[in-house]
Nanobody, 127 residues
Framework: QVQIVESGGGLVQPGGSLTLSCTNSEVPTSIYAVGWFRQAPGKEREPLACINNSGGAPYYTNSMKGRLTISRDNSRKTVYLQMHNLKPEDTDVYHC????????????????????WGQGTQVNVSS
């Protein structure tokens, strides 16, 4: 059974940084893409950054562009999202989604929906 677990959320002051982690297990293909999304109450889930596990460049959407770095550690089956210069409007629940056999760009552009989702991790940006 595939499990996706996010961690690393919490309270941070405006201008601060935070690193989120997404660990997956038992994805039934050797190639998959992982994306980070955020969702505010009553709004649609918004893609932020995507990466795959087989090499190649990650893809960033315009949301939070320039303030994010996505990376992976295949040995740990973990994808990280470093967030910098956080603002109060970045307060959201951040989710990780995994999809089989598509590119990071296709995932982040919404051409494919994730096959698997984690429960999300809450990020609060406040002084």
């Amino acid at each position: 059974q595939v499990q996706i677990v996010e961690s690393g959320g919490g309270l941070v002051q405006p201008g601060g940084s935070l690193t989120l982690s997404c660990t997956n297990s038992e994805v039934p293909t050797s190639i998959y893409a992982v994306g980070w999304f955020r969702q505010a109450p009553g709004k649609e889930r918004e893609p932020l950054a995507c990466i795959n596990n087989s090499g190649g460049a990650p893809y960033y959407t315009n949301s939070m562009k320039g303030r994010l770095t996505i990376s992976r550690d295949n040995s740990r089956k973990t994808v990280y999202l470093q967030m910098h210069n956080l603002k109060p409007e970045d307060t959201d629940v951040y989710h990780c989604g995994v999809v089989r056999l598509v590119t990071p760009q296709a995932l982040c552009l919404g051409r494919y929906a994730p096959d698997y989702w984690g429960q999300g991790t809450q990020v609060n940006v406040s002084s």
